[in-house]
């Protein structure tokens, strides 16, 4: 059974998203975010309904995670054209910065075809910068990803910078930002709702599913639960304070017996480590973890796991 197919189901059963505060769970995480050394904003969607956040509206650097909203948006980009994600570009050595993490580069020094599917694995698995900016530049550049995303709905985010903008000028990274309830809100849409094809949602969803960034985030005490995670990171440089200006994992749990949440999670202008504020994000994933398969909370719709 396809991921849309089980998703469908959820479709039919999932209320319109409101903000209900479950004031043990937003406890549990406020505790967990006290005295840090940056700016934690973290919200949950629990199947597709219940609402938790903790500094839900903050503003946040994206970072990578802004590729998952590229992606949507060349789905998007790609539908209203009659392309199809099998559909091959052309890549020369010149679109391939050398200077960037880029495993494409590493692999195709010399460039070549690659499908647009290839070239998404590569940006949202790998989080491939010179992936990510090929794409922009098939669907004419962030203004068109930001203008997509807000037609679907979304307000409280901005993507203004390519990757190759924000190498040049750390800065820059800045001015792609989102809420975590606005990040939130557009993984539960895909999951959810019918925003783009159900094929291309499905590839989406399980390219996100083989993420292979951030394993000290989300995904670090969910190892051996049985749940399948989906997810996407994004990862700063330290700005000219010595400060980490973003690190974040924006992900879905989907836990053995069918329930859902999405999480999303970002850690702000840390004065911390690299390996603390990574910590900080699997401990907030721990906590949201253990409120819902604990059954503290009931979670709706029940659906299948997604995979077969």
């Given at each position: ?12 059963l ?30 949950v ?14 503003h ?19 539908e ?20 960037t993490?880029s ?26 910068n ?20 807000r037609?679907?709905g979304?307000?409280d ?23 975590p ?5 557009l993984l ?14 499905d ?24 749940v ?7 990862t ?42 990574e ?30």
């Open positions: 059974m396809t991921i849309f197919r089980i998703l469908a189901c959820a479709v039919m999932s209320t319109a998203v409101g903000v209900s505060a479950d004031e043990v769970l937003a406890g549990r995480l406020r505790a967990a975010c006290d005295g840090f050394g940056a700016e934690a904003g973290v919200a969607i629990a199947g597709g309904s219940d609402t938790t956040v903790v500094n839900g509206g903050l946040c650097p994206m970072l990578s995670v802004f590729k998952l909203h590229e992606a949507i948006a060349v789905a998007r980009f790609a209203e054209r009659g392309l199809c994600l099998s559909d091959t570009l052309a890549v020369t050595c010149d679109m391939l910065d050398a200077d993490w495993p494409l580069r590493d692999a195709h020094p010399r460039g070549g075809r690659f499908t647009i599917a290839r070239l998404l694995e590569y940006s949202i698995g790998q989080s491939d010179n992936a990510c900016d090929i794409l922009f530049g098939m669907i004419g550049g962030t203004e068109w990803a930001d203008s997509c995303l037609s679907m979304l307000t985010f901005a993507i203004r910078r390519d990757e190759g903008e924000m190498h040049e000028d750390i800065e820059a990274c800045r001015d792609n930002w989102s809420t309830l606005e990040a939130a809100r539960d849409m895909l999951l959810s709702r019918e925003i783009i094809d159900p094929a291309n949602r590839f989406i969803l399980r390219t996100m599913i083989g993420c292979s960034t951030g394993r000290g985030r989300l995904a670090a005490p969910l190892a051996a639960t049985g399948t995670l989906g997810h996407k990171t994004g700063s440089d330290r700005d000219a304070l010595g400060r980490a200006i973003g690190t974040n994992d924006v992900g879905f749990v989907l836990l053995p017996d069918g329930r859902r949440y999405v999480i999303a999670v970002f850690v702000k202008d840390s004065h911390e480590s690299d390996e603390a504020n910590a900080l994000i699997a401990d907030i994933s721990r906590i949201v973890y253990e409120h819902y398969a604990g059954g503290e909370k009931t979670l709706h719709p029940k659906v299948k796991n997604i995979l077969p």
